[in-house]
């Protein structure tokens, strides 16, 4: 895709903080950060979202984010990881090429740490959830 600015990372079009190559993924620092060590993981092959990227590419993103986490914990101190995948604009995605971000955690306070839970949790409707329920399971 010769517009999307991560498929310019890939070729080398653009410049990324590198931290993990391999043959079909790449992980690499973002540079909007919302924790001290978050990194993007995207694959090689362009595809624009979750609904779109085959089972392939996605279980190789998921092993680098993984090997990334333990990096986090192992080598920056990180007390927790949250992985996030934003698929959609009205989910917030704004680069239509999948990513999943690493984001690490730590404990000790906002100063490494600017995350904050998206929602405010608090008890469901029981019939919205059985109704979401049911078109979710498709019949199974
Ligand atoms: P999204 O909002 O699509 O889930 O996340 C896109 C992420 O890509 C954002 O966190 C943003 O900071 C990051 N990003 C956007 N452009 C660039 C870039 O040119 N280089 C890097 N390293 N990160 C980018
Ligand atoms: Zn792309």
């Known amino acids: 895709m010769t517009d999307c600015i991560f498929c310019k990372i890939i070729a080398g079009d653009l410049p990324a903080t590198k931290v993990i190559e391999d ?3 790449l992980a690499f620092m973002d540079i909007n950060p919302g924790s001290h060590g978050h990194a993007l ?3 090689k092959a362009h595809s ?3 609904t779109a990227i085959g089972p392939d ?3 190789a993103c998921l092993s680098t984010a993984q090997e990334l986490a333990r990096r986090a914990m192992e080598n920056l101190g ?3 990881v949250n992985l996030i995948n934003c698929c959609g604009a009205a989910a917030w995605q ?3 090429h999948f990513h999943l971000h690493v984001v690490p955690r730590y404990a000790d306070g906002p100063h490494r740490d600017g995350l904050q839970l998206p929602w405010v949790p608090a008890p469901g409707d029981p019939g ?3 109704d979401a329920a049911r078109a979710l ?3 199974d």
């Open 137 to 139: 399971s498709n019949g």
């Open 23 to 25: 043959e079909q993924t």
């Open 41 to 43: 993981v995207i694959p």
């Open 78 to 80: 990180a007390d927790g």
């Open 57 to 59: 590419d996605l279980a």
């Open 94 to 96: 704004t680069v239509f």
């Open 48 to 50: 624009k979202d979750l």
């Open 128 to 130: 919205e959830i059985a």
